[in-house]
């Protein structure tokens, strides 16, 4: 069954760092585009960055730009959100989701498989 599973949120300070970590079964990062999303209290979800399938060129949100990172690790098929400065903005649950289209890039038509997400508290 395809899994997505998220780790690594948590409460940290404003101007902090936190790596979140996403895990697949029956999902390779490496053929499918991929990418983090969070839906803070009370907001809709949106995407935070994406990273495209085998050349992994990547986008970001404005808001997120020059503060995260996205990188997969293709040998243990791991997918990562490096986040560094954290804001009290930053606050919400991390999603990781994965499309189904073998090759596809970023942006994306749209993500198929999610994750059930992990909580990021950005507070004092």
């Known amino acids: 069954q395809l899994q997505l599973v998220e780790s690594g949120g948590g409460l940290v300070q404003p101007g902090g760092s936190l790596r979140l970590s996403c895990e697949a079964s029956m999902f390779t990062f490496y053929y499918y585009a991929s990418g983090w999303f969070r839906q803070a209290p009370g907001k809709e979800r949106e995407e935070v960055s994406c990273i495209s399938s085998s050349d992994g060129v990547t986008n970001y949100a404005d808001s997120v730009k020059d503060r995260f990172i996205i990188y997969r690790d293709n040998a243990k098929n791991i997918l990562y959100l490096q986040m560094n400065d954290l804001k009290f903005e930053d606050t919400g649950v991390y999603y990781c989701?994965?499309?189904?289209?073998?090759?596809?890039?970023?942006?994306?038509?749209?993500?198929?498989?999610w994750g059930k997400g992990t909580l990021v508290t950005v507070s004092p």
């Open positions: 989701a994965g499309d189904r289209v073998e090759g596809s890039t970023c942006p994306t038509a749209g993500m198929n498989y």
